[in-house]
């Protein structure tokens, strides 16, 4: 039986150790192969976000439970909201825009919520596998 447990870190420029906590969290938690990588980029692209039009300041927190693991991040801006989650796939000559349609596809579960002054992404995997 897995039990909740729960990690966070600020979000610096260090993509590349923050990659390596999320995944060795996520191997911990049972959850691996392409759906392990799927979350990895889509955090990948919600950090990216962060330091390009977040302020380039907030978190990233994870945790897992029975059903899945999740990684919530968060900016200290707040200009993300509810109805950004819904956006269609970008043109292909659009030269920005694909991360939050991306993630979208992905996850499980992907949704934006604003609480605090702050954005919030949330990404979600069930642990089983299952369908997106």
Request: overall charge positive.
């Amino acid at each position: 039986m897995r039990t909740s447990r729960r990690a966070q870190w600020p979000i610096t420029n260090d993509l590349t150790g923050l990659r390596r906590r999320l995944a060795r969290y996520a191997d911990q938690g049972g959850l691996t192969g392409r759906r392990r990588d799927d979350l990895l980029l889509a955090a990948h692209e919600a950090t990216i976000n962060v330091l390009e039009h977040g302020g380039a300041s907030g978190t990233v927190s994870v945790w897992q439970d029975e059903e899945a693991l999740t990684v919530d991040v968060a900016d200290d801006v707040g200009r993300l909201c509810p109805g950004d989650a819904r956006r269609e796939r970008p043109s292909p000559r659009a030269t920005r825009g694909f991360g939050l349609w991306l993630m979208s596809q992905i996850c499980d579960e992907f949704t934006i919520r604003q609480a605090d002054g702050r954005s919030h992404v949330r990404l979600r995997m069930r642990l089983t596998g299952g369908a997106r």
